[in-house]
Structure formats: C-alpha cells, structure tokens
T-cell receptor
Framework: GENVEQHPSTLSVQEGDSAVIKCTYS??????FPWYKQELGKGPQLIID?????GEKKDQRIAVTLNKTAKHFSLHITETQPEDSAVYFC?????????FGAGTRLTVKP | NAGVTQTPKFRVLKTGQSMTLLCAQD?????MYWYRQDPGMGLRLIHY???????AKGEVPDGYNVSRLKKQNFLLGLESAAPSQTSVYFC???????????FGSGTRLTVV
C-alpha cells in the first residue's frame, strides 16, 4: 500500500518568516494530495489540496507544490502568524485509500 | 449545519468492555470513514463505507466492527476493548467526486 513520509516532525519559526513542510509518497497511482491543519483538541481541517495534473496551487499565504516524477509534494506558508501554530498533516489518495503522514508540529513564535 | 458530529467526546473503558462510537453527518455525504490517531503515527484508517448498507476494511480493522444502517450515521464498535485500542478516534465524510474530507472533533478513548 501507499506510504507517506513527512518532514520535519517539528518546526519552529519566527512570526513573519516562511515555513515549508515536505512529504514523499510511494504509490505512483496516487492522484490527490491534501493538507490538513489540526489545532489542539480539534479534528483535522482541510486547508489546501492539489491533484496530480497540477504542479502548484496557491491560496493567499499558503501554497502547495507537487513533483510527480520525484513523488514529493510540499506545503509553503508565507508571512507566518501565531495562529498558524498547529499540527499539519499531508496525505496521498488513491482509490478510496487516503494515507496520512505522521504530522508536523509548527510553532510560530511572536 | 453541524457537519460531522461524534459522540461521546471522551470515554474510559476497562479491558474487555464493549462500546459503540457514533458518527453523524448532515451533509448528505456518501462516503464515511473511521480513523485512529496515535502519537507519531498520523491517522490510520480502520473501516470505511461508500454508501448506506456498505462497509469495508481499512489499514487497521482488527478488533473493530462497523455498521452503516442509515446514510447519515456510521457506527464504530469495540466488542472487547484492549489497552492497545487507547487512541483518539476520528470520523470523516466526503461527497462523491470530491476527495476532501470533513472530520469530526474526535473521541478520546482510554482502555485501562
């Protein structure tokens, strides 16, 4: 089955700096790659996603890039704010099988 | 519009006890999922359903059973709880053609 690896496991940045989280996947048939944000005591919330026929997608301060050849995708957050502090999960989807990375705990220091 | 609602939010069980976790969604979603979340392991799929009356096994189904008698509800059962089932359980749903999941707020289960 699919295997998704996510790095780093923890990330601390200064407010206003950029943050980058990277994921790799193993199944070349995976065709949908979402990113979820999980705040303390809450369920994961979808923040951005990308399909396999697109290389990059942007939504205000967040962007996701996908390299199908290398089988990796990344989340970029610019101008980070304290409210961006949370755990972020990447995932890869194929045929009703969504596999998640282990998560990255992002801390934005004011 | 409540989205995905999970009950209960917290529960402590003794080894060998049974319980049922309820997931309810009011978005008319066809697909529903049960995940468990353990530290350092992300979310792992237990069982899922592609529609009313259907269920299928996920990555870690052993020790769990599910039922989807109504489209809006997806029940997760533990027949004989074990300490290894201590976890946070999340339900999710999605609509056909859109792969983005809507998650509930989770159930924290402790088996002692």
């Amino acid at each position: 089955g699919e295997n998704v690896e996510q790095h780093p496991s923890t990330l601390s940045v200064q407010e206003g700096d950029s943050a980058v989280i990277k994921c790799t996947y193993s199944d070349s048939a995976s065709n949908y790659f979402p990113w979820y944000k999980q705040e303390l005591g809450k369920g994961p919330q979808l923040i951005i996603d990308i399909r396999s026929n697109v290389g990059e997608k942007k939504d205000q301060r967040i962007a996701v890039t996908l390299n199908k050849t290398a089988k990796h995708f990344s989340l970029h957050i610019t101008e980070t704010q304290p409210e961006d502090s949370a755990v972020y999960f990447c995932a890869a989807y194929n045929n009703n099988d969504m596999r998640f990375g282990a998560g990255t705990r992002l801390t934005v220091k004011p | 519009n409540a989205g995905v609602t999970q009950t209960p939010k917290f529960r402590v069980l003794k080894t060998g006890q049974s319980m049922t976790l309820l997931c309810a969604q009011d978005m008319n979603h066809e697909y529903m999922y049960w995940y468990r979340q353990d530290p350092g392991m992300g979310l792992r799929l237990i069982h899922y359903s592609v529609g009313e009356g259907t269920t299928a096994k996920g990555e870690v189904p052993d020790g769990y059973n599910v039922s989807r008698l109504k489209k809006q509800n997806f029940l997760l059962g533990l027949e004989s709880a074990a300490p290894s089932q201590t976890s946070v359980y999340f339900c999710a749903s999605r609509v056909t053609g859109n792969y983005g999941y809507t998650f509930g707020s989770g159930t924290r289960l402790t088996v002692v």
